[in-house]
């Protein structure tokens, strides 16, 4: 399980719109191995039928597809927008906070997603994330959450 680590962080991203943030999240899925093409495809995918059903919270998207698009190893990515794009949700846009959620078909992603949680539920945590100057800082802020 590869749970944000360094190479899996970008700050300040710039994108236009809300497959271009699906995408970004994706690829660093894609260079760190843990996830192929064909399943940020799918993520966008995803997007274009549902909508924006992922986007749980005001300013933050967890885009995701099912395992078997193309995931090799349960992997969660994070990037922070330079500038909050619409995804089309009624309350929760616009979105800034991109984690892309690469589940396996192993119980790794419940653990994930309990990490998250753990993590986006805490308001200042969520200040830290908009803040944060390094991917370092952001690895910091899940030191209590990441056992």
Known sequence: MKFLQP???????EVLHAEDAIRAAGELLEAAGTADAS??????ES???KGPYFVLA???ALPHAKAESGVNEASVSFIRLKRAVAFGHKTNDPV???FAL????????IAMLRMLTLLL????????LRTARSPEEVLALFSDVNH
């Open 7 to 13: 190479n899996l962080i970008r700050l300040d991203v």
């Open 47 to 49: 997007y274009r039928d």
């Open 121 to 128: 539920n805490d308001p200042d945590k969520v200040r830290a």
């Open 39 to 44: 399943y940020t495809d799918a993520m966008v």
């Open 102 to 109: 690469g589940s396996s078909a192993s119980g790794d992603h």
């Open 58 to 60: 005001p300013g933050i």
């Open 96 to 98: 800034d906070l991109v």
